[in-house]
């Protein structure tokens, strides 16, 4: 029981925010990506270990293709590469995995909006107009 309440109360050793891990979502350790001298990107040719990483790469430059590259949010422009951290699931891919290919289910933000909303899933207006509806489509 004492385990349980330190994990819950932990705080991130870099800011102090309160966390569920020795870090918050913004100073988490990440796996780095291949590089070709640029920004990592979607466009990276990677190893992929089975067809769901595929097929989520494949729709997400399909998305890219289709969206203006701004943020949802702000508006701020995202670039001319797509990033994988401009995508966000409005539905956690866990709990709705048949909204995890559903393009009314992703969001473009910038790399700042996206770590905003990890930590807060209710900051952005937008993003919480557009979570209502989702779950009115995927909540049976």
């Known amino acids: ?62 998305y890219w293709k289709k969206m203006p590259h701004y943020s949802e949010v702000s508006g701020k422009y995202l670039g001319k590469e797509p990033m994988s951290t401009y995508f966000h699931h409005i539905l956690p891919k866990e709990k709705y995995p048949e909204a995890c290919l559903d393009e009314e289910n992703i969001i473009l933000l910038t790399l700042e909006e996206h770590s905003n909303v990890e930590n807060d899933m209710y ?15 995927y909540e049976y």
Do not use: A, I, W
Not at 20 to 26: E, L, V
Not at 36 to 48: A, C, D, I, Q, Y
């Open 1 to 62: 029981m004492d385990n349980l309440k330190k994990m819950s109360k932990q705080k991130c050793k870099v800011c102090g925010k309160n966390s569920d891990s020795s870090y918050c979502f913004q100073h988490k350790p990440r796996k780095q990506l291949q590089q070709r001298g640029l920004k990592p990107s979607l466009t990276t040719k990677k190893k992929v270990s089975d067809g769901t990483s595929h097929q989520m790469r494949e729709f997400f430059l399909f």
């Open 123 to 137: 900051r952005y207006e937008e993003v919480n107009r557009r979570r209502n509806l989702l779950k009115l489509k």
